[in-house]
Nanobody, 120 residues
Framework: QVQLVESGGGLVQAGGSLRLSCAVSGIMYSINRMDWYRQAPGKQRELVAAITSGGSTNYEDSVLGRFTISRDNAKNTVYLQMTRLKPEDRAVYYC??????????????WGQGTQVTVSS
């Protein structure tokens, strides 16, 4: 069973920074893409940032230049460094991982979410 555990959310003032972490554990062969999504109240879940196993990244336009996604393959962990936070960044942040398990198939797994609140 593959599990994703997020940490690092909290309350921060506008302009501040937070670093989210997501550790993947369980029996698996490899982790391909790792993503961060967010869902604000009353809105659909949206992709914030993604990183491939090779380190290629892409970002949602509103976070470009402010957020940085990275991964530590030795620790099976993905990070989201968030700087210059704005009130509109307030949301529950979820990590997702595309994992190849021992049967050879790839599945998407989700974390439980971590709340980020930005006060103005």
């Amino acid at each position: 069973q593959v599990q994703l555990v997020e940490s690092g959310g909290g309350l921060v003032q506008a302009g501040g920074s937070l670093r989210l972490s997501c550790a993947v554990s369980g029996i698996m062969y490899s982790i391909n893409r790792m993503d961060w999504y967010r869902q604000a109240p009353g809105k659909q879940r949206e992709l914030v940032a993604a990183i491939t196993s090779g380190g290629s990244t892409n970002y949602e336009d509103s976070v470009l230049g402010r957020f940085t996604i990275s991964r530590d393959n030795a620790k099976n962990t993905v990070y989201l460094q968030m700087t210059r936070l704005k009130p509109e960044d307030r949301a529950v942040y979820y990590c997702q991982a595309l994992v190849r398990v021992i049967n050879g198939y790839e599945y998407e797994y989700w974390g439980q979410g971590t709340q980020v609140t930005v006060s103005s």
